[in-house]
């Protein structure tokens, strides 16, 4: 996106550097990371960079207003509402598509919007290492307006609240088999939060435990990593302790945002940065044009079950009692914007919030990007691919 860094970084850039650079990563932390790093990072330019923040206080705008609870009281579904719902969700992520518009400018457009943490503590390490690794410029970085160490420092309190990191448990679904598994490695290793299976919680009335090296120890809080679409779908596990139920501890990013800002939230919000989409039950008459339209249900995760070649026979296929449950949204073409040494390759910046207790609004801390030449951003689409999968966005200062 800067034509005189990008070209001196591929002029630089060899696989001999990248092979290093990813036997890094991989041990580092003992860890090996479940998903594609990319060769590169993306440099953003400032003007961009502003576009991207006025893009998301256009979205944010909408979220502190103060009925918004009220216009997203039925984006939970009524068996998965979690008591002791907090004022205002932790953590926000919001997706952002480059395209080209009319005019053919660089433009952002959101095409998710989530109320539940991403990966915080890697994207901050996947940075340091590509400076390590690679020529990153002066004059650039990943976070906004903070130092790596002030960035961590934030990130920390986030997290542990007032209480010691003994009590504060990460929860998750077999956490280190999880794709993400290496951000909750690294987190251990930041806060001292260790990762617990919902599976091993104990729970004694409305009190929760855990155990370490054979140590039962009070549970005062939790960062929540647990996605109900995946909780659900293991009938396997026996679990003392659901989700939903009522018990004495805070939440480090409640359940219920997951839900309240999701893409159940970008039908209500109107600016010019999200496509036109609509519940699907809102329409008396579908458009003529649905090839350009995708068709995705509320409640999945990492783009499962979106149709993206919408048919007149697939909308009809939607029973009309569950029509409330998907939106259809104008699609959104990705303008290749990154020069591979063979090729263009697309991208999609995720702009990653914190929203401290008794600040107004949430402050964009830092930042995930991923790069794609599918059709779609995601592992499925750029299967034997190079120069794509999960990156950072350096920004110009």
Not at 164 to 176: A, S, T
Request: glycine share 6%; net charge neutral.
């Amino acid at each position: 996106m800067i034509a005189s860094v990008r070209q001196r970084y591929n002029q630089l850039f060899s696989e001999e550097k990248y092979k290093s650079f990813l036997a890094d990563l991989n041990e580092s932390y003992h860890f090996g990371i479940k998903f594609r790093i990319a060769e590169t990072p993306i440099f953003v330019p400032r003007k961009f960079k502003e576009k991207l923040i006025q893009a998301s206080d256009s979205i944010i705008d909408f979220l502190v207003r103060e009925d918004f609870k009220k216009v997203t009281e039925k984006a939970i579904p009524p068996n998965f509402f979690v008591p002791q719902e907090t004022e205002h969700t932790l953590f926000l992520a919001l997706d952002f598509a480059l395209v080209k518009d009319e005019m053919g400018e660089l433009q952002p457009r959101l095409i998710e919007m989530q109320g539940f943490p991403s990966l915080f503590g890697f994207q901050d390490f996947l940075a340091r290492k590509y400076k390590e690794h690679f020529d990153i410029p002066t004059g650039f970085s990943s976070h906004f307006g903070l130092s790596p160490e002030a960035y961590r420092d934030k990130l920390k309190k986030a997290l542990l609240g007032n209480h010691p990191p003994e009590n504060v448990i990460l929860l998750e679904v077999d956490p280190l088999e999880q794709n993400t598994g290496i951000d909750f490695v690294i987190t251990e290793h930041l806060t001292g939060i260790f990762p617990v299976h919902i599976g091993h919680v104990e729970r004694e009335g409305r009190k929760l435990y855990y155990r370490k090296l054979g140590k039962k120890i009070p549970i005062h809080r939790i960062y929540n990593r647990v996605i109900f679409d995946e909780l659900i779908k293991r009938s396997d596990l026996h679990l003392q302790f659901n989700l939903i139920e009522n018990v004495d501890v805070e939440w480090a990013g409640h359940p219920n945002w997951f839900f309240r800002i999701s893409k159940f939230t970008m039908p209500l919000i109107k600016s010019a940065f999200i496509p036109e989409c609509k519940f699907l039950d809102e329409f008396n008459f579908f458009p003529r044009d649905l090839e350009n339209y995708v068709l995705k249900p509320l409640f999945s995760f990492s783009g499962s079950g979106i149709i993206f070649h919408v048919t007149q026979k697939e909308i009809d296929d939607v029973p009309v009692g569950e029509r409330k449950n998907f939106i259809l949204q104008r699609k959104v073409y990705y303008e290749p914007v990154i020069q591979a040494p063979d090729g263009m390759v697309k991208t999609e910046i995720r702009l990653l919030f914190l929203w401290e207790e008794g600040q107004k609004r949430p402050q964009l801390v830092t930042n995930l990007a991923r790069l794609s030449r599918g059709e779609m951003i995601g592992v499925k689409f750029n299967k034997d691919k190079t120069w794509v999968g999960g990156s950072v966005c350096f920004f110009e200062t």
